[in-house]
């Protein structure tokens, strides 16, 4: 991270004392017993502590909050529910956290319009809880979903199981209100469709929390449909199951899902929540349908033709609502059922073009004889985004060392495979370094450039995404010449 | 109009912009050219003719995406997703016939920079939602990427969004990547005549909120607008026509009909297009063909679907009865009369007092002496424009790329 500024962590208690003028009561949390709840977000194996917290409750606070720093020159970590899997929103000790926490309301709910407008700490379960008893739905479903905020989601651009179908969080949301380093409060979008002029929406929606303070956004909520059933597919290789799922796609056919797990996590699955997974498979492919009854019917007889071709030893299909959240019951329960038989794993979250899931299944297992990790692999199929699991233990020393050098050679093989370095967990802190591997110097310096359109000074979220700053300026006028090694006064983190 | 440069590779359009930014030069910059009318005239040093740079580089069906270069013409790549029954699911518009050019021109950079959305906007989405990745040259010359070619990707700011409709005002793109779809097999459309605006609205509204039919876009043409269709069983009615189509397979299809059949039961007078009748009506409508005869000023507008009627009630009557609702009265196109503001005051006027800055119109055709007077982008709030100019600044710092196309001209600096 970032050299903490120790003149900056000198002021803290005038900080603090001008910070209470503008939120007043609790809504500043400085005492160090306190501050340690939000030492760390989902990325636990990084922590720090920061200056101060301030939890505000209204737009015109955040907005008073974010000009004050922007004066004073404090950095500032917006914060959601905490989940983030990257390290979003690992607090800087130079800088404070804006916690939404009490931005947690439903404002409003527009059926005719399709949609809702909620705050940003509502949760994504909230949001679907809602709406349901009038057959709604919000459609992307992070895992994380009964605690991640919405406000979380637009940062991260959350995806989850759905999303082949549906789209992630960028294609289901219709407005937003944010606030500016400097204090300004903007409106982009609505409850209509498209955009005015160029599609800001689209560029905060998984911005990582460096572009502005999000304080409301419109999410649209679609009709649940009529069925939902299931496929369980077993193969006896995982390249099998892989060319399946490519062959539905040719087919004309997109499932609300297509999963794949690998042996390791499906023997790990069983045992954890006994839904009666085949154990005898190398691979299984879980495929969901949702629509009418007889949409649904149609895409099942039509895949299990070509599951069968596909070389699948096993098939089952739900028939009642039970038998499908059985099938589910393992994949959802595939992370803790990994911690179950490993002391520690370490998730990853790159995307390979489908075609490569051979190749990269592959080089994985290669990887691991290399490192001498175990590793289980979950994955969206559907869209090529792998979560495999590495295998280790924290208290032997140099494994987690270990587990992370693993983790970078997946994601980097997955960039070499065509693909990118996160599918929907975000860069954050921990793929930070990894951006040279995807990105030249030009390419990240143009999303630099976005940065200071938002906040010239750098203040807003500093340590993520990108490995390093740039000093902002109007007109170009730091351009680079090819070669030459940039900003030399500029730290490097 | 000055010097031309009409680069065949990447590296010939960076050299394209740095020449141009050490003339201090601005550039039109264009592919066929067939896009012009919308948005501002734009008066440039010179040109940057990017139809050299063709052709699909990359096509994997069972991947659902495809990489061109921005010259290609949209007609090629139409062709080649038919072979494999795939499509653009947001079914860009052909806007040449309605500014009297001949259809199916253009290219998919225009296509991808113009950022125009089809009926499916409703169920599918916009363009925005089909661009994975971009490259391109910025302002400062340099070759950049943005994007990737996978669906699921959080890495790194969202570039390709920002680019997808901004008129060539940002980067000369380079290379598109797009996200595919398959062709739906079979669809209908169940038409109901004779609805009033407000009791259509309510009628699409009432299908897509209380039922889970699969519909994938919803229109609603008023009687003076029903008439002038080519389709047969809908201008020989003469009265007007709500529209609701449903796609999918054969199954999928039968079903979502004798659903949304029910849902009017009530109501004696309707009718079902079969899959031929629905590819010609939904032209007509994503191409808002109905409008050809004219060369009045055209306006779309994208509004809250329920207010819909509530502005078309209050514009009047008086102003203009060639109008038609499409995505279930998100969006609004409007036939205005000949006039100095091409009708902007009593539409922008109605509008924003109505959905109070939720919502904007843009003008799909005037003349050019009208486009060079008037704003063809609603205008934006303060702040956000501010944002935008910035934007701008650090993608383009000389404002060098089709100057004033979207709002007004910069000066460099």
């Known amino acids: 991270m970032p050299a903490a500024d120790a003149a900056i962590i000198g002021r803290r208690k005038e900080f603090v004392a001008e910070l209470r003028k503008m939120v007043p009561g609790e809504g500043v949390i400085d005492d160090d017993a306190s501050l340690a709840a939000y030492e760390c977000d989902g990325l636990m194996a990084y922590r720090q502590r920061p200056l101060a917290v301030v939890l505000p409750e209204t737009v015109e606070q955040v907005s008073q909050v974010l000009g004050y720093c922007h004066r004073e020159g404090l950095k500032v970590v917006p914060r959601g529910s905490g989940t983030s899997l990257s390290g979003g929103a690992l607090p800087l000790a130079d800088g404070i956290v804006m916690a939404m926490g009490k931005f947690n309301k439903i404002l409003e ?17 909230a949001v679907t809880e809602r709406v349901t008893s009038e057959g709604f739905y919000y459609a992307p479903d992070p895992s994380s979903q009964i605690i991640c905020s919405i406000g979380g989601n637009v940062a991260e651009n959350a995806g989850g199981v759905h999303c082949l179908k549906y789209g992630t969080t960028s294609n289901n949301i219709l407005g937003l209100q944010m606030v500016l380093m400097d204090g300004s409060v903007v409106r982009m979008g609505g409850k209509h469709l498209d955009a005015q002029s160029l599609d800001m929406l689209g560029l905060i929606c998984g911005s990582e929390g460096l572009l502005g303070v999000v304080t409301e956004i419109t999410v649209r909520v679609l009709r649940t449909p009529e069925t939902q059933r299931a496929l369980l597919l077993g193969f006896s290789d995982v390249e099998s199951a ?35 997974y085949p154990l ?14 007889v949409e649904v019917d149609h895409f099942i007889a039509m895949v299990n033709e070509i599951a069968k071709k596909a070389g699948a030893v096993s098939s089952q299909q739900s028939n009642s609502e039970e038998e499908r959240k059985n099938f589910w019951a393992g994949r959802k329960a595939a992370f803790p059922a990994i911690g179950k038989i490993s002391p520690d794993y370490y998730c990853m979250d ?97 999303q630099l450039r976005v940065k200071c359109v938002f906040d010239d000074q750098g203040l807003l979220n500093p340590g993520k995404v990108f490995p390093k700053l740039r000093r902002c300026a109007e007109g170009g006028k730091m351009h680079v010449h090819h070669g030459e090694l940039r900003f030399p006064d500029i730290e490097r983190y | 109009m000055g010097e ?44 940057l003719d990017m139809s050299a740079l063709t052709g699909v580089q990359m096509y994997e069906p069972e991947e659902l995406v495809m990489v061109v270069a921005p010259g290609t013409p949209m007609r090629e790549i139409s062709q080649v997703l038919i072979e494999h029954n795939q499509q653009l ?33 409703l169920s599918a989405g916009g363009v925005r939602d089909y661009v994975l990745g971009v490259k391109g040259v910025n302002g400062f010359g340099e070759l950049f990427v943005s994007g990737g070619r996978v669906v699921k990707n959080v890495t790194g700011f969202d570039l390709p969004k920002i680019l997808t409709g901004s008129f060539g005002t940002l980067c000369a793109a380079t290379e598109i990547t797009l996200k595919l779809l398959p062709l739906p097999p079979e669809a209908a459309t169940l038409v109901v005549s004779g609805l009033k605006d407000g009791q259509a609205v309510a009628a699409m509204t009432r299908v897509l909120t209380e039922t889970s039919i699969p519909v994938s876009s919803a229109a609603h043409l008023p009687a003076e607008i029903a008439k002038l269709s080519r389709v047969d069983s809908i201008s020989a009615r003469q009265n007007s026509a709500t529209l609701l189509r449903v796609e999918g397979f054969g199954p999928s299809v039968e079903s979502g009909i004798q659903g949304l059949k029910k849902v009017f039961g009530s109501l004696s007078d309707m009718f079902v297009l079969d899959k031929a009748e629905t ?19 055209i306006w779309k507008l994208s509004v809250p679907p329920s ?4 502005i078309m009630s209050k514009l009047g009557k008086g102003l203009t009865t060639q109008y038609f609702y499409d995505w279930a009265g998100g969006a609004i196109w409007i036939e205005a009369p000949a006039s100095e503001d091409a009708g902007e005051a009593a539409i922008r006027g109605t509008l924003d007092s109505v959905v109070v800055g939720d919502g904007h119109a843009t003008l799909i055709r005037a003349s050019e002496e009208v486009r060079a007077n008037i704003a063809p982008f609603h205008p934006l709030s303060p702040v956000l424009a501010a944002v935008e100019d910035r934007l701008r600044k650090q993608f383009d710092p000389q404002g060098m790329f089709n100057p004033g196309r979207m709002y007004g001209v910069r000066n460099a600096n």
């Open chain 1, 350 to 446: 790159g995307t390979i073009p489908r075609s490569k899931l051979p190749q990269a299944l592959r080089k994985i297992s290669e990887l691991s004889d290399e490192f001498g990790l175990e590793v289980a692999n979950v994955f969206h199929a559907g869209d090529g985004n792998l979560h495999p699991m590495v295998l280790y233990n924290a208290d032997k020393d140099g494994d987690l060392e270990k587990a992370e050098q693993f983790g970078a050679a997946i994601l980097t093989l997955c960039v070499e495979l065509g693909g990118v370095l996160t599918g929907e967990h975000g860069v954050g802190v921990e793929k930070r370094d990894l951006m040279e591997v995807q990105f030249t110097e030009a390419d990240l310096d143009q």
């Open chain 2, 279 to 297: 590819q010609q009506l939904w032209k007509e409508v994503t191409n808002a063909s109905f409008f050809i005869q004219t060369e009045k000023p």
């Open chain 2, 4 to 47: 031309v440069f009409r680069p065949k590779n990447s590296d010939e359009v960076s050299s394209a912009v740095k020449d141009a930014l050490n003339m201090k030069a601005s550039l039109e910059l264009f592919g066929q050219g067939t896009r012009r009318s919308l948005g501002r005239p734009v008066k440039a040093d010179a040109s």
């Open chain 1, 109 to 125: 709910v527009d059926y005719a319009n399709r949609c809702a407008v909620v705050q940003p700490c509502v949760t994504n379960a």
């Open chain 2, 89 to 121: 699911a947001f079914e860009p518009p052909d806007y040449g016939p309605l500014w009297g050019l001949p259809a199916d021109k253009g290219t998919v950079g225009g296509m991808i920079m113009t950022g125009r959305n089809g009926p499916r906007r």
């Open chain 1, 280 to 293: 005898d498979v190398e691979a299984l492919l879980l495929i969901e349908f949702d629509g009418s009854p």
């Open chain 1, 242 to 276: 892989g060319a399946c799922v490519a062959k539905v796609i040719a087919e004309g056919v997109v499932p609300a899902a297509m999963e794949i797990m690998d042996r390791t996590a499906i023997h790990a699955a069983e045992a954890f929540v006994k839904v009666g």
């Open chain 2, 307 to 310: 207010e819909a009627a509530a």
